[in-house]
């Protein structure tokens, strides 16, 4: 088995990096690869850089390239929910595109034909996360997440993700990540720490607890790989 861990900054990356401590780098399509093996378990690290178009050169290349055959992604996301507070973890249940948008032909908004507007994640990977949450007494709730090539900073723009998706947080990878893994028929597991909540206040958020949020979630899926 080969584990693809992936984010789509550095710092959502680094606190995985310097648990694994030592790592082989290998440059690859305009990025850098890190292989390793922990606790018996061949692990590929990247950060994808931002965005939709990335995080698919990388999820793609993470295993059909580098042979992976699951996928665990670790980050930080807007939170919607109003549940969700900053540091709080979700778990994507199932993932949407929020900007992927030809209502004009009468779709609905995410869709495309051929196409879906959600994608489920791979309920042995949640079911093992609940194990591990159960483990460590911590919460992590489920839900859905939309994915879009915005950094969102308007509470209209997050209404109307409520509206069409009853999306529970958002960011920019885990959307495109999703179709890859289930195009390529690969499980895979999107796992997210509040760093804002989408608001006005959303950048100042965002520089604030990005770092701390990051690693809250690098944290619990390195328990995830002791177990997968
Ligand atoms: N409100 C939000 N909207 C959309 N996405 C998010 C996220 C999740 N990530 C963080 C980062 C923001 S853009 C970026 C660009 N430059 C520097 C830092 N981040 C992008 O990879 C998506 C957290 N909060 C979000």
Redesign the pocket.
């Known amino acids: 088995m080969k584990i693809a861990i992936m984010?789509?900054?550095p710092e959502?990356v680094a606190p995985i990096l310097e648990k694994l401590g030592t790592y082989k780098t290998t440059k690859y399509a305009d990025n850098e690869y890190y292989e390793a093996s922990y606790k018996g378990v061949d692990i590929v690290v990247a950060y994808s850089?931002?965005?939709k178009v990335f995080?698919t050169l990388t999820a793609t290349t993470m295993i059909q390239h580098f042979n992976c055959d699951k996928l665990l992604f670790s980050?930080?996301?807007?939170?919607i929910n109003p549940s969700l507070k900053i540091g709080d973890l979700i778990v994507a249940t199932k993932l949407s595109q929020h900007d992927l948008d030809i209502t004009a032909f009468g779709h609905p908004m995410g869709f495309v034909p051929g196409g879906s507007v959600f994608v489920e994640a791979d309920q042995g990977l949640i079911e093992l996360s609940k194990e591990v949450a159960k483990e460590l007494g911590k919460t992590v709730q489920e839900g859905i997440i939309a994915?879009?090539d915005?950094?969102?900073?308007d509470e209209k723009v997050k209404e109307n993700i409520v509206k069409h998706f009853n999306a529970d947080a958002?960011?920019?990878?885990g959307g495109s990540v999703a179709v890859v893994c289930k195009s390529l028929n690969v499980p895979f597991f999107i796992l997210?720490a509040?760093?804002?909540?989408?608001d006005t206040d959303?950048?100042f958020s965002?520089?604030e607890f990005?770092e701390s949020s990051a690693i809250i979630s690098a944290e619990f899926i390195m328990k995830m790989v002791d177990k997968v």
């Open positions: 984010g789509a900054m959502e850089k931002i965005g995080s980050g930080v996301a807007g939170g994915t879009g915005q950094f969102v900073h958002l960011e920019m990878e997210r509040i760093s804002d909540t989408a959303a950048s965002f520089d990005m």
